[in-house]
C-alpha cells in the first residue's frame, strides 16, 4: 500500500482507496513524511497553467456577496473590518497608526455640553451678546484665512502625491523587470552550473578511461613487439630447418648411390678451397674415379638472390663441364651428388661458380671454390 | 489613506496570516488580499482542467466563495493555505468534469511559458498597481514548474496529466491505457519524487512575503 503514496497524493485513488490508506496512513509516521515531501511537489502543480485574471463582473459578485455575509456573520462590512486584527502581524506600528486613524474617522467631535438649557435658548442666549458677533466675524476671518492656507497645503500634497505615485510606478515596474531579469539569471546560473558539474564528471571519466586505454596500449605495444621478435626468430628457425629439410631431402636412390660411394674402397675425399673472392667457403668432395657421382659438401658461401645459383664445373686440361646447380641454407651450407657422365679420373679438378637462374652451358661466372681432383 | 495603509500593510502580510484574519475576525480585506494573489492562478487551473474558460471561472468563484465561507474549516497544522485552496479548487473542477460528463475537446496539453507575454502582463499589472511582487514570483514559477514537468520522461509526465488535470483514478488509466496498476503507481511515485527533486534544485519553495 506504500506504493499507493504517490497517486494518493496526486488524488488518482478511489475514495475507498483512499479510506483504506489514510487509516494506515494514521500509524505510520514514515509514511506521513513521505506524503509531505510529495505534497511539496504537487503543490506546484497549478502554477503550470497559464494565470487567467477573473473578470471585473465575477470580482465583484464574489466581493458583493462574501461583503453581505460579513454583515450577517460578523457584524462587519469592508469599512470597519480590519480594525479588528488580532491576528500577528509583521509591522505592529503600522497597525497601531491605521488603527488610531480609523478610529479618529468614526468617533464624533467632543460636543459643549450644557444640561440646564435647551439648545435653542443656548443658541439666541449667545448671539445676544454684543461682544458676541465681533468675535464671531473675526473667529470666522481667521477661519477663512486658514481653510485656504490649509486647502494650498492639501494642493500642494496631493501633486506630492500624486508624483511620488508616478515614482512609486516606475520603481514598481524597473521592480519587475528586474525581478524577470534575476529569475532568468538564476535558471541560467542553475543550468550553468549543471552542465558545468555534468561536465567535469564526464571530462573526470574520459581521462580515466584515457590513461586506462594509454596503458592497455603500452601493454599491447610490449606484447605485440615480443611477438613479432618471436615470429622473426620462429621464421629465421624455420628457414633454418626448411633448408636442412631440404639438404636431406635426397632420394632414396641418391642416397643408395651416397652409401655405395661411402663404402667403396677406392673412394676417396679430396679438399676443395675458396678463392681470392670467397677466403672464408671451402668445400669437400668425396669420389670414386670409377663412378659417375660424388658427393659434394660445401660450407661458408652465401646465399644467392633470386635468378642466380652455384654450379659445379669439372675441368679438365682443355677446358670444362658445367654440372648440377645448388643453392645454400641460411648458414651458407649444401650436400648435393654431383652427376657426371664422363669417370672423375678424366677430370683433373672441380670449382665452383656463381651462374645465372637454372645454370649455363659454359662459365660466366668468377670461380669461389676450386680444388684439384688429386688423390691426397 | 487609512485604506492605503491598510492595503500596503496588508501586503505583507502572509497567506496563513491572512486566512487568519479572516477565520476569526471575518475581515474581508485579508481575503480580498487572497483573492487578489490566486485568483488568476486558480481561474488558469479550473479553465485548464474543465477546458472551458466560463465554467474555469464560475468554479474560481465557488473556490474563493468556500474560502470565505469555510475558512473556519482550514487547519494550518495539515497544510498549507494553497494546498488547501487548490484542492478544492481541483476538486471542484473535476466534479464538475464528472457531472457534465464533459471531456475538454481539445487534447491537454500544458501550457507553454511567453517570456514576452509574461513582461507584458507585469507592465499591465503594475499599472493596475496589483500585487507585484506575488505575480512575478508566480509568473517565475510558472517557468521553473514546465520546465521541471519537461524533464520528466514522457511515460512519467503522462501519469501526471492524466491525474492531476484530468481527475481519472488509477483503476480508469488502467483500464483505458491497458496499464497494470504497479506500472501506475511506480511512474506516480517516480515523477513526483523526480519532479520534487528537479524544483529544489531550481530554488522553488512556498512563497513568502
Redesign the interface.
Given at each position: 500500500m506504500e506504493?499507493?503514496?504517490?497517486?494518493y497524493?496526486?488524488?488518482?485513488?478511489?475514495e475507498e482507496e483512499e479510506r483504506k490508506l489514510e487509516a494506515v496512513l494514521a500509524t505510520r509516521p514514515d509514511w506521513q513524511t513521505q506524503v509531505e515531501?510529495?505534497?511539496?511537489?504537487?503543490?506546484?502543480?497549478?502554477?503550470?497553467?497559464?494565470?487567467?485574471?477573473?473578470?471585473d463582473q465575477?470580482?465583484n459578485?464574489?466581493?458583493a456577496?462574501?461583503?453581505k455575509?460579513?454583515q450577517a456573520?460578523?457584524g462587519?462590512?469592508?469599512a470597519t473590518?480590519?480594525t479588528?486584527?488580532?491576528?500577528?502581524?509583521?509591522?505592529p506600528q503600522?497597525?497601531i497608526?491605521?488603527e488610531n486613524?480609523?478610529k479618529q474617522?468614526r468617533e464624533p467631535a467632543p460636543e459643549a455640553k450644557d444640561e440646564t438649557a435647551s439648545w435653542w435658548t443656548r443658541l439666541t442666549n449667545f448671539w445676544s451678546h454684543p461682544g458676541t458677533t465681533v468675535f464671531a466675524v473675526a473667529v470666522a476671518v481667521v477661519l477663512m484665512l486658514w481653510a485656504g492656507l490649509v486647502t494650498q497645503q492639501l494642493n500642494q500634497v496631493s501633486e506630492e502625491m500624486a508624483n511620488l505615485r508616478n515614482d512609486f510606478?516606475a520603481v514598481?515596474?524597473t521592480?519587475?523587470?528586474l525581478?524577470?531579469a534575476n529569475?532568468?539569471l538564476?535558471?541560467t546560473n542553475?543550468e550553468l552550473t549543471?552542465q558545468n558539474s555534468n561536465m567535469l564528471a564526464d571530462m573526470a571519466t574520459l581521462l580515466n578511461d584515457n590513461s586506462e586505454a594509454q596503458l592497455t596500449i603500452a601493454q599491447l605495444q610490449g606484447e605485440l613487439n615480443n611477438s613479432q621478435q618471436a615470429q622473426q626468430e620462429a621464421e629465421t628457425q624455420l628457414v633454418s630447418l626448411q633448408a636442412q629439410y631440404d639438404a636431406l631431402q635426397l632420394t632414396t636412390a641418391d642416397q643408395q648411390q651416397v652409401t655405395d660411394l661411402l663404402f667403396s674402397p677406392q673412394t676417396y675425399n679430396i679438399s676443395l678451397p675458396g678463392t681470392a673472392e670467397t677466403p672464408d667457403a671451402s668445400g669437400r668432395l668425396v669420389l670414386n674415379p670409377n663412378q659417375g657421382e660424388a658427393l659434394l659438401l660445401v660450407s661458408g658461401l652465401p646465399p644467392l638472390p633470386e635468378g642466380q645459383v652455384y654450379q659445379v664445373l669439372l675441368i679438365y686440361d682443355t677446358g670444362h663441364n658445367t654440372a648440377d646447380t645448388f643453392r645454400v641454407d641460411t648458414t651458407g651450407d649444401s650436400v648435393l651428388l654431383v652427376h657426371s657422365d664422363e669417370p672423375w679420373g678424366n677430370f683433373t679438378a672441380v670449382g665452383i661458380s656463381i651462374e645465372p637462374e637454372g645454370g649455363s652451358p659454359q662459365r660466366t661466372g668468377d670461380i669461389i671454390i676450386l680444388g684439384e681432383l688429386a688423390q691426397s | 489613506?487609512?485604506n492605503e495603509?491598510?492595503q500596503?500593510?496588508?501586503d505583507?502580510?502572509n497567506d496563513e496570516?491572512l486566512i487568519?484574519?479572516v477565520q476569526?475576525?471575518?475581515?474581508?480585506?485579508?481575503?480580498?488580499q487572497l483573492?487578489t494573489r490566486y485568483?488568476?492562478?486558480?481561474?488558469?487551473?479550473s479553465?485548464?482542467i474543465t477546458g472551458d474558460?466560463t465554467l474555469?471561472?464560475?468554479i474560481?468563484?465557488e473556490t474563493?466563495?468556500r474560502v470565505?465561507?469555510n475558512a473556519a474549516s482550514f487547519q494550518p497544522t495539515r497544510?498549507?493555505f494553497?494546498?488547501w485552496m487548490?484542492g478544492i479548487?481541483?476538486?471542484l473542477s473535476?466534479d464538475a468534469l464528472r457531472r457534465y460528463k464533459k471531456m475538454p475537446t481539445r487534447p491537454f496539453v500544458?501550457?507553454t511559458f511567453d517570456?514576452e507575454e509574461?513582461?507584458h502582463e507585469?507592465?499591465t499589472?503594475?499599472?493596475e498597481?496589483s500585487d507585484?511582487?506575488h505575480?512575478?514570483?508566480?509568473?517565475?514559477?510558472?517557468?521553473?514548474?514546465?520546465?521541471a514537468?519537461d524533464k520528466l520522461p514522457p511515460e512519467q509526465k503522462e501519469?501526471?496529466v492524466?491525474?492531476?488535470?484530468q481527475?481519472?483514478?488509477?483503476?480508469e488509466?488502467a483500464q483505458q491505457e491497458q496499464i497494470p496498476f504497479?506500472t501506475?503507481?511506480?511512474r506516480?511515485?517516480?515523477?513526483?519524487?523526480k519532479?520534487?527533486y528537479l524544483?529544489m534544485?531550481?530554488?522553488?519553495e512556498?512563497y513568502s512575503?
Open positions: 506504493a499507493w503514496l504517490g497517486l497524493v496526486l488524488g488518482g485513488l478511489t515531501d510529495l505534497t511539496t511537489a504537487v503543490s506546484q502543480l497549478p502554477y503550470a497553467t497559464e494565470a487567467i485574471p477573473p473578470s465575477m470580482t459578485q464574489l466581493m456577496r462574501v461583503e455575509n460579513a456573520r460578523f462587519v462590512g469592508e473590518s480590519f479588528a486584527v488580532s491576528a500577528p502581524a509583521p509591522h503600522r497597525q497608526k491605521i486613524e480609523l474617522e510606478t514598481q515596474t521592480n519587475s523587470d525581478a524577470t529569475a532568468a538564476v535558471t542553475q549543471s | 489613506m487609512g495603509l491598510m500596503n500593510t496588508l505583507e502580510l496570516e487568519s484574519l476569526t475576525e471575518g475581515n474581508v480585506h485579508a481575503f480580498r483573492y485568483s488568476p492562478i486558480v481561474t488558469g487551473l479553465s485548464k474558460h474555469g471561472e464560475e474560481a468563484q474563493f466563495w470565505w465561507h497544510g498549507t494553497t494546498n487548490f479548487a481541483r476538486n473535476i500544458l501550457d517570456r509574461q513582461h507585469f507592465n499589472l503594475v499599472a498597481e507585484v511582487p505575480q512575478v514570483w508566480a509568473s517565475w514559477q510558472q517557468e521553473e514548474i514546465l520546465a514537468l501519469v501526471i492524466w491525474v492531476y488535470f481527475g481519472r483514478t488509477r483503476r488509466i504497479g501506475i503507481n511506480t506516480a511515485r517516480l515523477a513526483l519524487d519532479l520534487r524544483l534544485g531550481r530554488g522553488i512556498a512575503e
